[in-house]
């Protein structure tokens, strides 16, 4: 099983920069594939912010490009997700996914975390 665990949600005025950390727990029988970064706001559905490969290609949604920053640390098993520039707009809980194998299984499944929350304020 992987146990993935957000942190560095708060509570933070427009402007001030967050990072958002996702530190994935697992046996030596897994391997992480892909990664990203979810959001949900209040009355919209969950949304996709980032993306990183394997390979540390990335994708943004539109109103992340520019702002956002998706990064990776295999050796720790950790993806980050850099919020510069926050907007009121951002607000939201914040999702980690993250795409593991397992050796003994042969199976590729995803795993999410608990979210943190990310209050902008104006």
């Known amino acids: 099983q992987v146990h993935v665990v957000e942190s560095g949600g708060g509570l933070v005025q427009s402007g001030e920069s967050l990072r958002l950390s996702c530190v994935a727990s697992?046996?030596?029988?897994?391997?992480?594939?892909?990664a990203g970064w979810y959001r949900q706001a209040p009355g919209k559905e969950r949304e996709m912010v980032a993306r990183i490969s394997s390979g540390s290609s990335t994708n943004y949604a539109d109103s992340a490009k520019g702002r956002f920053t998706i990064s990776r640390d295999d050796a720790k098993n950790t993806v980050h997700l850099q919020m510069n520039r926050p907007k009121p707009e951002d607000t939201a809980v914040y999702y980690c996914?993250?795409?593991?194998?397992?050796?003994?299984?042969?199976?590729?499944?995803?795993?999410w975390g608990q979210g943190t929350q990310v209050t902008v304020s104006s």
């Open positions: 697992f046996g030596s029988a897994f391997s992480v594939n892909a």
């Open positions: 996914n993250v795409w593991a194998f397992s050796v003994a299984t042969g199976i590729t499944k995803d795993f």
